[in-house]
């Protein structure tokens, strides 16, 4: 099953084993548990600003053991409320941050396959030699062509001077 | 997934037909969007100009120098890149060539070219099906005053587009791509333009352009031709306003097998779905480019290579890539 999971994230099952395998996801939690770490695992290699992990689990606990204090506020102990405020808005900002990676976690499945799929291009990935001759192909018939002639061109062209494709 | 996305069109589909359904009664006929749009196209091919203009998408900012001369029966164009490496277009009707490395390459050549396409009445009605067409502020562009032209799509499958025209002629001075969150794909803009007079032919003359050195490769038969066929393979979801506008045959460079060519356009935006039969596999990766406007998705289909190219969404050329299947009989 991780196997295939990685597999399907380099984007290489065909449609039908790809919709079955999201199947198994879907009604396994553990085969979702590999799939989210997997992502994690592949946030973490490609080093970005922000590396999202789901910490709603941790925090909710957290919460279960927090003590509710219901006793009157003390006006001497000024200080001491101070902390308990941030406090406060510390675990507002967590449980808000929990509560947005929860939200990022209910967009479908399939559509965050097809994130991935998209992610995974790059600037220069040359989807094959044959890239520019396609372009070139395409050109002929757009009706940007017909609106400015050769200078639709440019796709093209500045494509080649990338380098990719070549 | 695939009942998803049924789901999804239906539901497009649906709210397409409110957003027709509302606008017929809100707006007139854009008459004067579709008179500028006229215009602007008889001023593409029908105008002698040369100028220097900018492209940029992303980071990506390139300069280019182009000249285009009509002399009544044929069109002469020829675009050049003044940054980095020599790059080199140049069209003569339907044929193209591209300057590669030190030869100049026959790239396209359609048989009984169209020399003038123009705009079509059907595409016009498309492009109302799928654009409100409305007028922008008038404003001067590369020292001309310029006469702008909002496109703004009905759904999320294409791209908004804003177009300013020299106010007389109504050639294109300045074009602007922009995503759903108004965020700029890409632009091309005129700096320094110079239209009708006199403009030195020679500019767009091929063996000027080939150079010295240049081993010229126009003969190669084969290459870039294209005819009209069909070929038996469907795009059975084509995203909602885009009409099949032909199909052809054609040979590429570098390849030796036939390429079934389906182009597809909602008026202003378009299409192509490449099939070919596939040789050498491991040659082949599968995967999504973007340049700018233009987004091209390969991935195998049993024996076959399919490439997707659109100046689309990526969400509107996956659509197209995973619903293309074999219906003739052969």
């Known amino acids: ?166 | 997934m695939r009942n998803n996305m049924l789901r999804l069109n239906s539901g497009l589909v649906f709210v397409f037909l409110l957003v027709a359904t509302v606008s017929t009664f809100a707006e007139p006929l854009p008459v004067e969007g579709n008179s500028w749009l006229k215009k602007m196209v008889l001023a593409a091919h029908k105008t002698d100009y040369s100028g220097t203009f900018i492209y940029q998408s992303g980071n990506y900012v390139e300069t280019s120098r182009i000249t285009h001369i009509f002399d009544g029966v044929n069109e002469l164009e020829r675009l050049e890149g003044l940054d980095g490496e020599r790059s080199e277009i140049i069209r003569k009707n339907g044929q193209v060539w591209c300057y590669l490395g030190d030869r100049m390459v026959l790239a396209a050549k359609q048989e009984g070219a169209r020399t003038f396409p123009a705009l079509l009445p059907e595409q016009l009605s498309l492009l109302a099906e799928n654009y409100v067409t409305s007028p922008g502020e008038e404003i001067r562009v590369a020292g001309f005053q310029a006469h702008s032209i909002i496109f703004q799509p009905r759904d999320k499958m294409r791209y908004a587009h804003k177009m300013w025209a020299q106010s007389d002629t109504g050639l294109l001075l300045k074009a602007v791509v922009l995503d759903e969150h108004s965020h700029v794909i890409e632009q091309y803009v005129f700096t320094q333009l110079k239209i009708g007079g006199d403009i030195d032919r020679k500019w767009v003359s091929e063996r000027k352009a080939a150079g010295k050195n240049i081993v010229e490769n126009f003969d190669s038969n084969a290459n870039g031709r294209s005819r009209p066929s069909e070929s038996g393979w469907l795009v059975y979801a084509l995203p909602a306003g885009f009409k099949k506008i032909t199909e052809v045959t054609r040979r590429m460079r570098d390849n030796q097998g036939l390429v079934a060519h389906l182009v597809y356009s909602d008026g202003l935006a378009g299409i192509s779905v490449f099939i070919e039969k596939l040789r050498d596999k491991t040659a082949v990766k599968a995967g999504f480019y973007s340049k700018g406007v233009i987004q091209v998705y390969s991935k195998m289909l049993d024996e076959n290579l399919l490439t997707v190219v659109g100046e689309v969404p990526a969400h509107t050329v996956m659509q197209v890539a995973e619903s293309v299947r074999y219906g003739g009989h052969q």
């Open chain 1, 1 to 166: 099953m991780k196997q295939k999971i990685s597999i399907l994230m380099d984007g290489e099952l065909t449609a039908e084993e790809t919709e079955l395998l999201l199947g198994k996801i879907k009604r396994h939690p553990e085969a979702r548990k590999d799939w989210q770490d997997f992502h994690l695992i592949g946030d973490a290699l490609r080093q970005p600003d922000f590396v999202h992990k789901d910490i709603s689990a941790a925090i909710f606990e957290r919460l279960k053991n927090e003590p509710t204090v219901l006793a009157p506020h003390n006006k001497r102990n000024s200080k001491a409320g101070y902390f308990a405020m941030s406090a406060v808005a510390s675990i507002m900002a967590i449980a808000f941050l929990s509560w947005l990676s929860v939200q990022i976690d209910t967009v479908p499945l399939h559509q965050q396959v097809l994130q991935a799929k998209i992610d995974t291009h790059q600037p220069n990935l040359p989807v094959n030699e044959q890239i520019n001759d396609y372009l070139l192909a395409h050109q002929e018939f757009s009706p940007s062509t017909d609106m400015r002639g050769a200078s639709s061109y440019i796709r093209t062209v500045s494509y080649r001077q990338n380098g990719a494709g070549q």
